[in-house]
């Protein structure tokens, strides 16, 4: 079993629609919690970070984890076809002195916005 | 500033040959992190670098995997000889240490195809 499930879609969706995106996992010692953007042929850019449970927005963007469950959201609202792209979650459990630790990624969800 | 820069974007080579993937980070950046994306797959850890010290190496798939990181400086990852199964897309990232710094900074990868 993968530590991190994530369904890879693809998923398309109209212009100014909501979009959800999410990730289970199964390593109960992750804290760290990302989402990373991939557009083709580019390398991920981080969009999201949050470390527990809880909620952050930035801008359209919405995180949302759930350790008890387990599951971590991502939110797009009034979607734009600029925001297609893969969207991945990552995991780490833990933060040193030196930075994050090793992430473990999930497959990436593809996602299109039709105008 | 400048991104974290990769390169070649594309290689082809023939199984058994010695390829020599670069990464240069981010001027600063002490961490430096080598990725992986086989076809189908999700990204996969495979080193981290603190300066020029090997902080975490459990990701290198076997001894034909080869990193260094002269001076603390750019990275290279030398397979050798290379196997059809090691083609996928070889991510570089880094990041700066200390706690509160947070998430990577991805290069665009290099694109590996052995035939």
């Known amino acids: 079993q993968k530590e991190v499930e994530q369904d890879p879609g693809p998923l398309s969706v109209p212009e100014g629609a909501i979009v959800s995106l999410n990730c289970t996992y199964s390593n109960s010692a992750f804290q760290y919690f990302m989402w990373y953007r991939q557009y083709s042929r580019k390398g991920p850019e981080l969009l999201m970070y949050t470390y527990s449970s809880g909620n952050k927005e930035d801008g359209r963007f919405t995180a949302q984890v759930d350790k008890s469950s387990k599951y971590i959201s991502l939110f797009i609202r009034d979607s734009q076809p600029s925001d297609s792209a893969t969207y991945l979650c990552?995991?780490?459990?833990?933060?040193?002195?030196?930075?994050?630790?090793?992430?473990?990624f999930g497959t990436g969800t593809r996602l299109t916005i039709i105008p | 500033e400048a991104g974290v820069t990769q390169f070649p974007s594309h290689s082809v080579i023939e199984k058994g040959q010695t390829v020599t993937l670069r990464c240069d980070p981010i001027s600063g950046h002490d961490n430096l992190y080598w990725y992986r994306r086989v076809m189908g797959k999700e990204i996969k850890f495979l080193l981290h670098f603190v300066k020029e010290s090997k902080q975490d190496e459990s990701g290198m798939p076997n001894n034909r995997f080869l990193a260094e990181r002269t001076g603390g400086t750019y990275s290279t990852l030398k397979v050798q000889p290379a196997e059809l199964e090691d083609s996928g897309v070889y991510f570089c990232a880094s990041s700066l240490t200390g706690l509160g710094n947070y998430g990577y900074t991805f290069g665009s990868g290099t694109r590996l195809t052995v035939v």
């Open positions: 990552a995991m780490s459990a833990l933060v040193t002195n030196f930075g994050n630790e090793k992430l473990t």
